[in-house]
């Protein structure tokens, strides 16, 4: 028995951009489908890539199993259209993940007309976009009558209010264009929407959660240390020789190998190391599943200790 059997499970932002390499949404569409879920639901707006991947996941799982939607999250009318498809296709929804997001943004001392440029692109994405998921998929759910789970995706940045990522014994920024002020408003907006939307759902069976992510190895991160966002789509690898990662990799003190994919995960030359999708995908299916039946309005930090201290 897989956790998800016969689930019908929609991802958004769950293409990733670098084939060979998962995001955070892929690994989890991935998960889904080995832990039994009956129809999992690709959405991006990558499109050409999205449609590759279903194919690949119908290949090796059944005709039928994955189907990829385009669907900007941006747009209510692409969201609400996701659903309609989703209920068309598989007849309803039983687990949601609100996970398409963006980091980078301008820098805070920056011109404020570029400030407030950045700030109304990250708030469309990761406030509305996930708004707009958390909205029409809790409408399917209420529909059917579906006892559904809805996962709504965070960040450590939804936990602590750093503006920027530095060395904490150099004071060195780590990160140039990872300007997190922007993002670390709307992450925690999304920690305080899944609090209040697991209290208005609760009377339907609903439960909703977040995950909180630490640093993890996926396009999104490459694109935040690329001088030059433009060049994501030439890279063929994660690894990237503009940026030391090792400093990164030492914010989080956990010294252990992950479950797969050991050999891309980067370490702290002393100790610590990053994460790797798989290692969010796991515990979002475990919300998603009945195994977190009494688990609702939390949010579930992933981040090897980053946050402990
Ligand atoms: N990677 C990390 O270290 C990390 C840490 C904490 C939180 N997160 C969060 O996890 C989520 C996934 O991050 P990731 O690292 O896998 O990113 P990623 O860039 O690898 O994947 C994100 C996907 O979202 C899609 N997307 C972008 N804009 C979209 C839109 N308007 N509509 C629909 N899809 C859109 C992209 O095409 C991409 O396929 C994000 O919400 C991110 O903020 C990531």
């Known amino acids: ?65 994955a189907l990829y939607v385009h669907t900007d999250v941006r747009d209510p009318k692409d969201v609400e259209k996701l659903f309609d498809i989703t209920e068309k296709t598989y007849g309803r929804v039983d687990a949601v993940m609100a996970n398409a ?63 920027k990522v530095v060395n904490p014994d150099t004071g060195d920024v780590l990160i140039d264009r990872f300007n997190l002020i922007q993002y670390t408003m709307g992450k925690h907006g999304v920690v305080g929407l899944s609090k209040a939307l697991a209290l208005q759902l609760a009377e339907y069976g609903i439960r909703v959660n977040t995950v909180n992510p630490g640093y993890i190895m996926t396009p999104l991160f490459q694109a935040a ?55 969010i995908a796991k515990p979002a299916v475990f919300l998603m599943s009945d195994e977190s039946s009494f688990v609702t309005g939390q949010k579930l930090v992933i981040d090897g200790g980053y946050t402990a201290g």
């Open 1 to 65: 028995m897989g956790k998800l059997n016969d689930k019908v499970v929609v991802v958004t932002g769950s293409v990733s951009a670098i084939p060979g390499y998962d995001s955070i949404g892929s690994a989890t569409v991935r998960e889904a489908l080995a832990e039994g879920a009956a129809g999992v639901v690709i959405s991006d707006i990558n499109d050409e890539l999205g449609e590759a991947f279903a194919k690949s996941l119908n290949e090796q799982y059944g005709t039928g199993r």
């Open 225 to 279: 240390v690329n001088a030059d966002k433009g060049e994501l789509a030439k890279e063929k690898t994660l690894a990237t020789d503009a940026f030391d990662f090792t400093q990164l990799a030492a914010l989080h003190p956990l010294c252990n190998d992950p479950v797969e994919q050991a050999d891309i995960v980067p370490r702290g030359k002393f100790g610590g190391r990053m994460g790797v999708p798989v290692e």
């Open 101 to 163: 997001g963006v980091a980078t943004a301008e820098d805070f001392d920056k011109d404020p007309e570029a400030v407030l440029k950045s700030r109304k692109f990250i708030q469309s994405i990761n406030e509305d976009g996930v708004f707009h998921t958390a909205l029409y998929g809790s409408r399917l759910m209420i529909k059917h009558g579906t006892k559904g789970s809805i996962v709504l995706v965070s960040s450590i940045h939804g936990v602590v209010g750093r503006p």
